[in-house]
């Protein structure tokens, strides 16, 4: 058994946004040979440090239905990417708990290249966010090819996508779902077009469905791909202000372009941003900065360019919005599922989250609880990520 079909099995017996694969990975020098023994084999040795939804997983794993999946994929012309593969994101196995398998169709050599923006924005967007995102995107491609990634969703998203590659760009689509489910149907049409001037990928396998957990997640993969992010359309609450916020901690640049309305609720998260430090975006110059050599690059403003110079490679710190009570039954339900999933040592940074109703910064919780520093940082993302916490614009974290 070859490494690429170990970590497919490994990424089906392991739950979406499971940490404690690439735990048990770290613990074992990162052996995958070793790995894929003792999880198989040995399971016993350590079943009380999982999830009962890890132990499940592993213990129901299937061969018959593995190699079903196999023959689905290759029927229906899906690729897998694995973690150690050629064509596996580069930036994306920086990440802590990156996807151990990725599904692709299309053409997977463009997965690493090099100038990736990611651009996020909302669903319902304006007429004036759809003519921006269209105009910079095709702007953008003036310079140097810049490939966009976008979630697939309506509005801004398949916007992006479909000026990259009227402009000449790639594009990549990150699906929260199975490749082969037609969501959103009003996208579909556009699947073919993306595969031939780019890619569609998942984390998820064929057949699963756009559960509203998954898409967190997949905001992750947008983040941890793109070497900088442009925020075209944010609400206070959307998810395009945690994707910016992830961007940061990744170390990539967040662009925001400037609201067509400072007192609109549909851009109070692009005022929000900006005033926390994101890079406003005028035009193309901003973030062509960012992907060119200023020496390689020739532009007619010179006093354009010389109030811009500073902004290459700057990080902003920005932070998502001040959270609200959660009173919406059904999502109170889901986060409830979601906390029962959680392994002992998230249970234990959550219970501290949980316990102070004024919030609680990443400071405090490291001293309170014995724990390594970097593993608590990873996990208040993840719990971020899931919707059971909120981090406050004053960096405290409080229960959703």
């Keep these: 058994m070859n490494s690429s079909e170990k970590w497919f099995r490994l990424s089906l017996m392991f739950p979406p946004g499971s940490r404690n694969l690439w735990n048990l990975y770290k613990l074992w020098g990162e052996d995958l040979d070793r790995l894929y023994l003792e999880v198989t084999e040995n399971l016993n040795n350590f079943r009380s440090a999982l999830t ?20 689905k994929c290759q029927k229906d012309g899906i690729f897998t990417v694995c ?49 921006i995102t269209e105009k910079l995107v095709n702007a953008i491609q003036s310079g140097v090819r810049t490939d966009i990634i ?18 000449g760009a790639k594009t990549i689509a990150v699906l929260g779902c199975g490749l082969n489910i037609e969501y959103p149907a009003a996208n579909q049409r556009y699947k073919k077009l993306i595969a031939e001037n780019g890619c569609l990928i998942s984390k998820y396998p064929p057949e699963t469905p756009p559960l509203s957990h998954y898409f967190p997640i997949r905001n992750r993969i947008i983040s941890g791909m793109a070497k900088a992010v442009l925020v075209v359309e944010a609400s206070e609450k959307s998810g395009s202000l945690i994707t910016a916020n ?8 967040v662009f925001v372009i400037p ?8 851009y109070r ?62 999502k109170r339900v889901e986060i409830n599922a979601v906390i029962e999933a959680l392994s002992d040592t998230e249970k234990i940074v959550f219970d501290e989250i949980a316990g102070a109703s004024d919030g609680i910064n990443a400071d405090d919780i490291i ?14 993302t993840d719990l971020e990520i899931s919707g059971v916490i909120k981090k406050t614009i004053n960096n405290t974290y409080l229960k959703c």
């Design 52 to 71: 009962p939804s890890e132990v499940s997983g592993i213990e129901n794993f299937s061969e018959d239905g593995f190699y079903k999946l196999c023959d």
């Design 83 to 131: 973690y150690d593969s050629e064509y596996y994101p580069e930036r994306l196995r920086e990440i802590s708990n990156p996807p151990a398998l990725l599904y692709g169709y299309g053409d997977s050599s463009v997965l690493n290249y090099e100038n990736q923006l990611a651009v996020v924005g909302a669903r319902k967007a304006s007429d004036y966010s759809l003519k």
């Design 150 to 167: 976008s979630g697939f969703a309506k509005g801004t998203d398949i916007t992006s996508h479909l000026a990259a590659v009227e402009h």
């Design 246 to 253: 992830l961007s940061c901690d990744y170390g990539r640049d």
């Design 259 to 266: 609201p067509s309305n400072l007192f609109s609720e549909s």
């Design 269 to 330: 998260g692009n005022v929000k941003l900006l005033r926390d430090g994101a890079i406003p975006v005028y035009g193309a110059f901003e973030i062509l900065a960012e992907f060119l050599d200023f020496t390689d690059f020739r532009i007619q403003n010179t006093e354009h360019r010389s109030q811009n110079t500073e902004i290459r490679g700057q990080k902003s710190e920005v932070r998502i919005a001040e959270p609200e009570l959660l009173d919406d039954p059904e």
């Design 367 to 380: 001293a309170n609880l014995d724990l390594d520093t970097l593993d608590v940082l990873d996990i208040l």
